[in-house]
Each structure stands twice: as C-alpha cells, then as structure tokens.
C-alpha cells in the first residue's frame, strides 16, 4: 500500500518570495508521483508528474518538483510566487503496476500569497 | 460536455435520508473514480470503475455507500441512511486509460459538496 504525507497544512508566504511545498511517501514498490491543483471554487487540475526519466519535472507555471528516491520525497518548489499561485496543493501517488490508474492523495498544502 | 460534469453542487439533507451524487465523465474516458474531501483530511479515494464493472471499491466507508455505473458512461454515487460524518465533497474524476504509464490523467469535476443536518 502507498501512503502521501504532506508536512505543511497551511504555507502563507509574500509575493515573489520562494516557496518549498514538501511531499514524502511511502511505498514498497515503485510509484508514478503527481502534484495536483485546486483554485478556489475550482475541481482539481494536474500540475507536473514525474512517470520516469529525469528526476526533475516542471509545470508550464514555473513550479518544478524534484523525485529524491532516496529520501522518498517529491517537493514542490517555486523561486518567485504570484498571488494567482493562492490554491491548495495535493501530492499523489500511484503505484507503477496499478493498473487502476488510483491515486493516492495526501491532505492538501494551503499555499497563500499575500501582497 | 468538456469536462467532467457533477450534480447536485450542492446537497443538504437530514441524517437518515438517502442521496444520490451523479457524474458524467469526458466522453470517451473509460475509467471513472470517486473520492471524497473532507475538511483536513484529504482526498480519500472510494470506488474505481473500469466501464461498467467496479474492479477496486475499498475505499467504500461502509454498506451505506453504493455506487453504479451504467453505460459506459454517468455513474451514481449513494449514499443510504446518511450520518453526519457523511459531509463532505465527493469528487468524481475520470481519465483514457488504466494506466498512469502512458501519462493518463484524472480529470476532475468541481464537486458535489453534501451537508448532513
């Protein structure tokens, strides 16, 4: 079984300040690893996903994330944030022969960026 | 439609009424899932249909909670007897394929938020 642990429940930050959303898993086989999005009064969108290759993935936003197998974890950096970045952020996972395609979710990091 | 379609948005009800939660995928998606945010708590994933047939419900917090999918197509979520710990917003998503190899994304529709009174 997988399980998601997100450190931060609530990350208030300036604008144009860096940010660090931190994501650890938990697995004993291999995983697909996602960041998901939620706007306000918005479903959930995909962010970035890492399924194989380099370690490091970007989303067309500017936020990156970095697979560390060694550490299990899967962080959600950006250098400079909007205030339009104000949403919640989920980390998923999935193990690599889940043929479901289930993800596993963690319990969501509140980003605020205040002016 | 575009995108994956839930009604009611919103649902308030008594404790012991029964519910139905309903979903339209994105036409041609053949994997349709539910998972249920509550507060604090996450994304709890419930029930997974690969066409018409269930092969993970899980997550499924007890008998009270059924789900159908018919078609190929909309899916119905119930929930019978409801508790107030039933509150929450069910999520319905729904993507091409079975695998995540092939980069398939869960597409998700807004919610439908229920209030147990």
């Known amino acids: 079984a997988q399980s998601v642990t997100q450190l931060d429940s609530q990350v208030p930050v300036f604008e144009e300040a860096p940010v660090e959303l931190r994501c650890n898993y938990s697995?004993?086989?291999?995983?697909?690893l996602f960041w998901y999005v939620q706007y306000p009064n918005q479903g959930l969108q995909l962010l970035l996903k890492?399924?194989?290759?380099?370690?490091l993935v970007e989303s067309i936003n500017g936020f990156e994330a970095e697979f560390n197998k060694s550490q299990t974890s899967f962080h959600l950096r950006k250098p400079s944030v909007h205030i339009s970045d104000t949403a919640e952020y989920f980390c998923?996972?999935?193990?690599?022969?889940?043929?479901?395609?289930?993800?596993?979710f963690g319990q969501g990091t509140e980003l605020s960026v205040k002016p | 439609g575009a995108g994956v379609s839930q009604s009611p948005s919103n649902k308030v009800t008594e404790k012991g009424k029964d519910v139905e939660l309903r979903c339209d995928p994105i036409?041609?998606?053949?994997?349709l899932y539910w998972y249920r945010q509550s507060l604090g708590q996450g994304l709890e994933f419930l029930i997974y249909?690969?066409?018409?047939?269930?092969?993970?419900k899980s997550g499924l917090p007890s008998d009270r909670f059924s789900a159908e999918r018919t078609g190929g197509s909309v899916s119905t979520l119930t929930i019978q007897r409801t508790q107030q710990e039933d509150s929450a917003v069910y999520l319905c998503?729904?993507?091409?394929?079975?695998?995540?190899?092939?980069?398939?994304?869960?597409?998700f529709g807004e919610g439908s938020r229920l209030t147990v009174l």
């Open positions: 998503a729904s993507s091409l394929g079975t695998s995540l190899k092939t980069g398939g994304e869960l597409f």
């Open positions: 697995s004993s086989v291999s995983v697909y």
């Open positions: 890492y399924l194989s290759g380099s370690t």
């Open positions: 998923a996972v999935s193990a690599l022969y889940n043929q479901g395609g289930k993800l596993i």
């Open positions: 036409s041609g998606h053949t994997a």
């Open positions: 249909f690969q066409g018409n047939s269930a092969p993970d």
